[in-house]
């Protein structure tokens, strides 16, 4: 089992930047691939990044890539969301999620094991 709790979500004017974190408690935390997914209000959870179980992969839905990073530090079982340049469309409820797939690649829910309770971003134009 394994408990995620996000922090670092707020209220940001456009153009702003929040970091995000998500400690992880419980299992091996660098045995997970990490993610981060977002949910706006009336739409779907929707991917945003995802990291590999060192860190030396990482990937990114298109609609972040070059604005946002994803980072983590396994002595400290956190994972980040570095969010920069954040418009209006970037509100939404930050999730961060572990999956305990051995293969890389995945951005679906559905292969995340374990999530956390989410954290509010709301970006004001």
């Known amino acids: 089992q394994v408990q995620l709790v996000e922090s670092g979500g707020g209220l940001v004017q456009a153009g702003g930047s929040l970091r995000l974190s998500c400690a992880a408690s419980g299992r091996t935390f660098s045995s997970y691939i990490m993610g981060w997914f977002r949910q706006a209000p009336g739409k779907e959870r929707e991917f945003v990044a995802a990291i590999s179980w060192s860190g030396g992969r990482t990937y990114y839905a298109d609609s972040v890539k070059g604005r946002f990073t994803i980072s983590r530090d396994n002595a400290k079982n956190t994972v980040y969301l570095q969010t920069n340049s954040l418009g209006p469309e970037d509100t939404a409820v930050y999730y961060c999620?572990?999956?305990?797939?051995?293969?890389?690649?995945?951005?679906?829910?559905?292969?995340?094991?374990?999530w956390g309770q989410g954290t509010q971003v709301t970006v004001s134009s």
């Open positions: 999620a572990a999956s305990s797939r051995t293969s890389w690649g995945t951005r679906r829910a559905l292969e995340y094991d374990y």
